[in-house]
């Protein structure tokens, strides 16, 4: 999903939030009717907060395309199990270990270090991605503390609906007419999407924020393999030294929490 929002950079952020959304929310709501799950749900005013923070850090996430190499962005949106642990002290009472505020430190450094080394990084692209971030990880306790009481389909539809809703009313401003493989490429989506988030749904349903938070990090891999051979980004070593910062310290983060 995140290579053809690289590739579809040429239009509107938005425009793209409207499709990748709209695709989803026929597939949860088919889903939902067809089992006689109610679509409202249960812990309404936990959904619909989760679906305003899930909106507002998707659109910034798609904005920073435009600035950013494809994995430089994947990678710096999931400093967000950061946030989230931040979040998770406040909000759920869980406890942070001393060592894991090392562990932080040099994710952070990491970011520090990747700014620094690569000239060509954008800083407006850096500040979107980062704030993007910052929402995820609301939407990490969110979900978290929407727990099983209700169904994964049902929060990702809540989302979808109001992400469909807003982005369709803010694409017309500056839509611009899809072509020839667009419109497949924009439909499709919506398929990653919606499969995307009903297992990370689920997965955070099933277990602490801090073990599966991190667990994301292997989109990182797998975006910039794919940002290489496909798009031509490239890395100097002390950039790909960034990176490694901000995966071992989140990783570190995983390992010191379970024991």
Known sequence: MNAIIKYLDHIPGFQLVFFRSLTSCVFATTYLLSRNINLLGNQR????????????????????????NVGTAVSLRYIAPIFAALFAVLFLKEKIKPVQWLFFLIAFLGVLMLKGFDE????????????ASLFTGM??????????????????NYFMFLATLIGGALSS????????????????????????????????QAAPTHIVAPIKYAEVIFTIGIGVFWFGDTYTLLSFLGLFMIIAGLMGNTLVKKT
């Open 45 to 68: 005013k936990l959904l619909v907060l989760r679906a305003i923070t899930g909106l507002v850090s998707m659109s910034l996430f798609f904005f920073s395309f435009k600035y950013l």
């Open 120 to 131: 060509s990084m954008s800083t407006l692209g850096l500040a979107l991605v980062i704030l």
């Open 139 to 156: 939407v990490y306790i969110l979900i978290r503390k929407i727990g099983k009481g209700d169904h994964p389909v049902v929060v990702v």
């Open 173 to 204: 401003f500056s839509w611009i007419q899809p072509q020839e493989w667009d419109w497949l490429l924009l439909g499709s989506l919506g398929v990653f999407g919606y499969v995307g988030q009903v297992y990370m749904t689920k997965a955070f």
